[in-house]
């Protein structure tokens, strides 16, 4: 049987997760939960880059190594490439595939964290679903605006700014509540392509309101890149990896 190491972090890569038998290894950074159910074993934090990660291949004797981290997460998973490089093995990556702009959307995209500040600047009312990025720059917020911000937990936030801890999926009422509650007039939001985290655009494209969307990193290329958790059971499946 053939030794697999899934690097997770998302939905599908806990789905895949689920399928595993007990000599698989489910790697997690450990930002998020941790599962407690789960047959395969599961590993919690980094490797210390690619060299450490190439390394834990080597002891472990992994044959794949199966890169189903968040779009965003571009350092794991140029690590990953690197790594099954470095090893002689395969690698394979789940990469969702982005969200696409639709009639009545004003998507504006930005490139970091500069750009996205000066696109923000006719805007009062932000909306920040980018994760805890924003928290760094609160001493920044213009004295005309006010941030709300919503990151997995909650963390302090400031008089300009208010801190909101939430993990989705979201549903559409609740975020025409937020939107309709909170006077917000603009959306920063990264490109996910994920269902649980779309009503926002859904209702920002009701309300008219402006999207500004981090663009996506470039991922590293890998061996075998897939869109949909079936495919990636599937190909597992018929080299050996999984009953699916
Ligand atoms: P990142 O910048 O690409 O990775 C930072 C470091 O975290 C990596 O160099 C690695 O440390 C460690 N790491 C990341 N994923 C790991 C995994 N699955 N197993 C073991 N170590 C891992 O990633 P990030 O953007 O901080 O995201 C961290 C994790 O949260 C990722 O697994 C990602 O899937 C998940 N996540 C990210 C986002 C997002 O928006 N970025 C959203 C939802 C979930 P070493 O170099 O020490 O090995």
């Known amino acids: 049987?053939?030794?697999?190491l899934l690097l997770?972090?998302?939905?599908e890569a806990l789905a895949i997760a689920r399928t595993l038998g007990p000599e698989h290894i489910y790697s997690l950074a450990g930002v998020g939960r941790v599962p407690t159910d789960l047959t395969c074993q599961v590993r919690v934090?980094?490797?210390?880059?690619a060299e450490g990660l190439a390394q834990f291949i080597r002891d472990e004797g992994i044959e794949l190594l199966l890169d189903a981290t968040h779009p965003y997460a571009a350092q794991i998973s140029q690590n990953a490439a690197t790594a099954a490089q470095m090893s002689g093995i395969p690698c394979w990556a789940l990469r969702r595939p982005a969200w696409q702009p639709?009639?009545?959307?004003d998507w504006r995209e930005v490139s970091d964290w500069a750009e996205l500040i000066e696109a923000l600047k006719p805007f009062r009312r932000p909306l920040f679903t980018?994760?805890?990025e924003p928290l760094q720059h609160l001493h920044e917020i213009p004295p005309e605006q006010f941030w709300t911000l919503r990151a997995l937990d909650v963390y302090p936030g400031n008089e300009r700014c208010e801190v909101i801890g939430a993990?989705?999926?979201f549903v559409i009422e609740e975020e025409r509540d937020l939107f309709e509650r909170r006077q917000i007039d603009v959306l920063i939001s990264k490109n996910s392509g994920s269902t649980?985290?779309?009503p926002k655009l859904e209702v920002a494209r009701e309300r008219g309101v402006p999207v500004l969307v981090l663009k996506r990193p470039v991922l590293a290329r890998v061996d075998r890149e897939f869109e949909l958790v079936d495919e990636v059971l599937?190909?597992?499946?018929?080299?050996?990896?999984t009953d699916a």
Do not use: F, H
């Open 130 to 132: 980018l994760g805890r």
């Open 196 to 198: 649980a985290t779309e």
């Open 8 to 11: 997770g972090g998302v939905t």
């Open 234 to 241: 599937a190909a597992l499946a018929e080299c050996n990896m």
């Open 167 to 169: 993990r989705g999926p």
């Open 1 to 4: 049987m053939k030794r697999m």
């Open 45 to 49: 934090g980094g490797y210390g880059g």
């Open 102 to 105: 639709q009639a009545g959307d």
